[in-house]
């Protein structure tokens, strides 16, 4: 990577501001998942043993540029201060007088976390006077450790780091690009992605773009019907874009061009009615009746992605295979999670994102045998697209003059 990383900076006696992603959920004021608070532990730890005053700035929900008392922070910085088993100081105010006095008042390996940046309208225009404001509360040190938050150009992420001196990658915004980075530009290969989910529109960049580079692709969920009813194919009542479906042939085409192994389901489940209990049976993609939709990916399609799952030395899965939210139709998911487990077992390199693909590894239990969880749903699937993340590009090249 060539931005800076915390290795560069020093940051002893200095406040540092560090952009991350407290956007937990809440239930009574309570954080009721932790994850994303664990996932910054390591950036924190670090700040903490070089000697750092830690200013922590986060979003959470979508407060529209005001203060509501439920996307408050508060309880991040008490569910923080439990797992480190350190004083976390909190900021009601975000910019100005009292956070630059609390800023201050910091001793070394000392952290304040800052109220919601989003409770102030510049922070979503990536203003520039509320940047300014939020670069007042550190001396010239900032790091980025919310992946998630980095595909937007927003000021806590973007404009704050006009106007520092050093702008560097945490620890986890360096493990995201370490390995989402590698599979883009040199993967150990065969690398097989896996794409799933209801919509093409949403993925038909990543489509491209992982075309471009993947040897293999594997489409399930919602999306692989606009593509089967490119090839003509009956998919009655099965999710499908209409203005995507002359894409979807396109993008067929050129795969078979190059002998791209693009893979569509050959089965699915398939059922009358979008709900838990519907009757449900298996049939071939040719066989889809009118009246019938498709909410998973059949036993056939399972065997042959696991075939080609099992053969691959770089894994990017993106997307639920079907409605796995419902039992009935949760199978080809669980099953393409236990496929690339066995593939990584196996000393394949594998990158889960995207919230539904991360709770099926979850779920089917094999969340510590994946290389790489993203936490960065829409982050990760842009950068798969090939877009540069603003908050990636706001940091300081290697190289460049503190
Ligand atoms: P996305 O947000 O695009 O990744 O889509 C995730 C959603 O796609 C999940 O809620 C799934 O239930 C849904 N989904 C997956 N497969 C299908 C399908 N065959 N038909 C309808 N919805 C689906």
Redesign the pocket.
Same mark, same amino acid.
């Given at each position: 990577m060539n931005k800076l990383t915390m290795d560069d900076l020093d940051l002893r006696g200095k406040r540092v501001f560090i952009r991350v992603d407290f956007n937990v959920p809440l239930k009574d004021g309570v954080v009721t998942d932790d994850t994303r608070i664990r996932e910054t532990l390591p950036t924190l730890r670090l700040a903490i043993a070089k000697g750092g005053r830690i200013v922590l700035a986060s979003h959470l929900g979508r407060p529209k540029g005001a203060p509501e008392a439920k996307y408050s922070l508060l309880p991040a910085a008490k569910k923080l201060e439990e797992i480190l088993g350190r004083m976390v100081e909190f900021s009601p105010e975000t910019v100005g007088g009292v956070a630059e006095a609390r800023s201050r008042a910091l001793a070394d390996g000392e952290i304040l976390l800052l109220e919601n940046v989003r409770f102030y309208p510049g922070e979503e225009k990536n203003d520039e006077v509320f940047s300014k404001q939020l670069a007042a509360l550190c001396d010239g040190l900032y790091i980025c450790d919310a992946f998630g938050s980095a595909h937007r150009a927003h000021a806590s992420v973007a404009g704050i780091t006009r106007f520092v001196k050093q702008a560097a990658a945490g620890r986890l915004m360096e493990k995201e690009l370490e390995y989402l980075g590698k599979a883009l530009t040199n993967p150990a290969r065969p690398f097989v992605a896996i794409l799933?989910? $209801? +919509?093409v529109s949403? +993925?038909i960049e990543v489509v491209e773009n992982l075309m471009k580079v993947a040897d293999a692709m594997l489409i399930?969920?919602? %999306? $692989?019907?606009t593509f089967l009813k490119a090839q003509g194919l009956p998919i009655g009542k @099965? &999710?499908v874009e209409a203005d995507k479906v002359e894409l979807a042939a396109r993008l067929l085409a050129e795969a078979k061009s190059r002998n791209f192994r693009l893979m569509l389901p050959l089965d699915?489940v398939v059922a009358a009615e !979008?709900k838990a209990d519907a009757l449900n049976h298996a049939c071939g993609v040719a066989e889809t009746a009118a009246e019938e %939709? /498709? &909410?998973?990916i059949g036993p056939r399609s399972i065997a042959a992605y696991a075939a080609e799952i099992s053969r691959a030395k770089t894994i990017v899965w993106? #997307?639920? %295979?079907?409605? !796995?939210? %419902?039992p009935a139709?949760a199978r080809g998911?669980l099953e393409v999670a236990k496929a690339v487990a066995a593939a990584t077992d196996a000393g394949a390199v594998s990158v889960v994102g #995207?919230?539904? @693909?991360v709770a099926a590894v979850h779920q089917s239990g094999v969340a510590g045998r994946i290389s790489h969880i993203s936490t960065g /749903?829409g982050a990760s699937l842009e950068f798969l697209a090939g877009r540069k993340l603003p908050g990636v590009e706001a940091l300081t090249d290697k190289g460049r003059a503190a």
């Open positions: 799933g989910g $209801a +919509k949403d +993925k399930g969920g919602g %999306m $692989a019907y @099965s &999710l699915h !979008f %939709m /498709g &909410l998973d993106n #997307g639920p %295979m079907g409605v !796995f939210e %419902m139709f998911t #995207g919230g539904d @693909s /749903g």
